[in-house]
Every structure is written in structure tokens, then in C-alpha cells.
């Protein structure tokens, strides 16, 4: 039982490329969330999915979009990544939403130069 | 937006020693969870208070809930160096739909 799992683990892009970050899980939850993490900021909430085909903004969702075509994946994309960008991602998912014990994923280190 | 302002930012203490971390709303808060995070790890969920004046222990971490269902601490009786890490906590404001996250308090243990 691997849990969620994140691809990749760390990443280096240019200024304008694009990237996808994937997140799976095992568990058979219905909701899915990605985050992201910064010193001194916490955990801010990017895009979140309430089940399979679903998708809604959080906190800070320019620059991002987001996909669930599998109720086991939710993708995290960058369609012109931004130095702003750099940050360490995570996902996460539960079966009770807001209610529910967070499961997060190991994280994933981007850097934009 | 809803904030949820999580105090101190920091603290090093001896082995030993006693932490609190407190986390605070403005408004009224549906449900509180608390997360830690070991250094260049990920976010693992300790536990949730959802009741007024709730108080739950896991051996010498003691969670409380406030009152008025606004505040929040974490008590750590007598740290030891595997207490070292992030705590964060996450809350539900009723006119909300997904938790927020306080920024955390990073706790430093010196054997």
C-alpha cells in the first residue's frame, strides 16, 4: 500500500516551460488536493478536486490548472512556469473532506530559474 | 480570506523542557487539526478537535480547543530530540470549504 505518490520528486525548469506534476493514490479517496509550501508560509491550497471529474480553486491557483480524469490521479500543471513558482508541492488526499485526516504525498521540489 | 494566525514562529528548548504552540481565528472555527512535519519531510496528521473546550492527549502531547472554538494549543510535556519538527495547525471556518493552514511553529529540541 504505497499511499499517495508523487512524481517527480525534484525538478529544474527555465522561465516559460511547462511541466506537469502528478499525484496517485491507492486508497480509493475521493478528495484530492495540491498544495504548495514556502518558508515561512505554511501550506497555501492551490487546486483541489471533490471526486473523479471535479476540479475548484483555493488559495492561490493563478499560474496552475488542474485535472482528475482518474479518480486515483490528480494532475498539477504549469502551462509558463515563474521563478515565483519555486516552491516545494505537495498533494494530499482523504476520504471525508474537510473532516478527514489529511494524507500527503512526499513532496515535490520545483525550482524555476 | 479566512486566516488562521499559528504563534510562535519558533522555539529551542532544552530536552526536557515543555513546548506550547498556539493557534488562534478570527472567526468561529467547525473543526481544528494538527499536523507535524519533520524536518525535509512530509505533513503527518496528529489528530482533530471538533468539540467546544475539547481536550484530547496522546502521551505527552495534550490538544485543546477552545471555548469559543477560536483558539487551539499543543502542549508537548517534556520534549525529547523526536519531537523536533514543524507543527501546524489547519482549520475549518463554517463559511468555508477547505481547511487553512497557520503557518506553523518549527520547534528545535538540544539534547
Known amino acids: 500500500n504505497a499511499g499517495v505518490t508523487q512524481t517527480p520528486k525534484f525538478r529544474v525548469l527555465k522561465t516559460g516551460q511547462s511541466m506537469t506534476l502528478l499525484c496517485a493514490q491507492d486508497?480509493?479517496?475521493?478528495?484530492m488536493y495540491w498544495y504548495r509550501q514556502d518558508p515561512g508560509m505554511g501550506l497555501r491550497l492551490i487546486h483541489y478536486?471533490?471526486?473523479?471529474?471535479?476540479?475548484a480553486k483555493g488559495e492561490v491557483p493563478d499560474g496552475y490548472n488542474v485535472s482528475r480524469l482518474k479518480k486515483q490521479n490528480f494532475l498539477l500543471g504549469l502551462e509558463s512556469a515563474a521563478p515565483s513558482q519555486t516552491s516545494v508541492y505537495f498533494c494530499?488526499?482523504?476520504?471525508?473532506?474537510?473532516?478527514?485526516?489529511?494524507?500527503f504525498g512526499e513532496g515535490s521540489r520545483l525550482t524555476v530559474l | 480570506g479566512q486566516q488562521v494566525m499559528q504563534i510562535p514562529q519558533y522555539q529551542h528548548v532544552q530536552e526536557g523542557e515543555d513546548f506550547t504552540t498556539y493557534c488562534n481565528s478570527s472567526?468561529?472555527?467547525?473543526?481544528i487539526q494538527w499536523y507535524k512535519q519533520r524536518p525535509g519531510g512530509h505533513p503527518v496528521f496528529l489528530i482533530q478537535?471538533?468539540?467546544?473546550?475539547e481536550v484530547k492527549k496522546q502521551k505527552r502531547l495534550t490538544f485543546q480547543f477552545g471555548e469559543a472554538k477560536k483558539n487551539s494549543s499543543l502542549h508537548i510535556t517534556a520534549t525529547q530530540t523526536t519531537d523536533v519538527g514543524t507543527y501546524f495547525c489547519?482549520?475549518?471556518?463554517?463559511?468555508?470549504?477547505?481547511?487553512?493552514f497557520g503557518k506553523g511553529t518549527m520547534l528545535l529540541v538540544s539534547p
Open positions: 494530499a488526499s482523504n476520504d471525508r473532506g474537510n473532516t478527514g485526516e489529511l494524507f
Open positions: 486508497m480509493n479517496h475521493e478528495y
Open positions: 478536486s471533490v471526486g473523479e471529474g471535479t476540479t
Open positions: 472567526t468561529t472555527l467547525s473543526n
Open positions: 478537535l471538533v468539540k467546544s473546550g
Open positions: 489547519a482549520g475549518l471556518d463554517s463559511g468555508y470549504s477547505t481547511l487553512t
